[in-house]
């Protein structure tokens, strides 16, 4: 099952943000940087789960 970023409480916008913004911290760092800023819990394998499923732009 693939994490809703909404149903999370986190708005995408911010979570590729983040994720764009520090390209080699490994998923669970990701997430620790995620919860710090955002104050949403997520874990390191959700984030690699949502990388993984990440839409083409």
Known sequence: MVLNLARAG???DIFWQ????H??????RLANKIYAETNV??????VLELIKNRPLN
């Open 10 to 12: 986190l708005h995408e």
């Open 18 to 21: 983040i994720v764009n913004e």
């Open 23 to 28: 390209p080699e911290l490994h998923p669970h």
């Open 41 to 46: 819990e997520i874990n390191g394998s959700q």
